[in-house]
């Protein structure tokens, strides 16, 4: 089995896109009007419009209803990625700190409200955790 994706679904598609393209870099691609996703090497970022939850099961998902999970990105410069984020993101958890485990994490919120993590492994078990 390969974990390949994780899907947001928001009420508000072209906003969260435009922010997951500007906090990454990533360019989306989109299948639909109502679907897009942002591809790397790691995994895939997938975000649904509130119009394709009823393929699955009508109202199984509500978008900016996420209290639990935590999308997290590596990145080679945590404090870059701030740099670059601190006049465009309204909602900063946490700047740059670095963590008891050996990340140097970056926490904010995206427009709707979900955790993102960014991250650069700073000590040597970090770093040897995340080698490729």
Do not use: Q
Not at 10 to 26: P, S
Not at 65 to 80: A, H, M, Q, R, Y
Request: charge should be negative; proline fraction near 5%; include cysteine.
């Amino acid at each position: 089995m390969d974990f390949v994706s994780l899907r947001i679904i928001t009420g508000d598609i072209a906003c969260l896109v435009d922010f997951y393209e500007r906090a990454t870099g990533v360019r989306a691609h989109w299948s639909t009007e109502d679907f897009a996703e942002l591809r790397t090497a790691g995994g895939t970022l997938a975000i649904g419009s509130t119009r394709t939850v009823a393929l699955f099961a009508p109202g199984c998902a509500r978008p900016a209803d996420n209290n639990t999970v935590i999308i997290e990105f590596l990145v080679s410069d945590v404090d870059g990625v701030y740099r670059n984020l601190v006049d465009f993101v309204a909602d900063f958890v946490t700047v740059p700190t670095t963590m008891p485990w050996g990340n140097r994490s970056l926490l904010l919120r995206d427009p709707d409200g979900n955790l993102v993590n960014f991250f650069t492994p700073v000590t040597p078990a970090a770093i040897e955790k995340f080698a490729r």
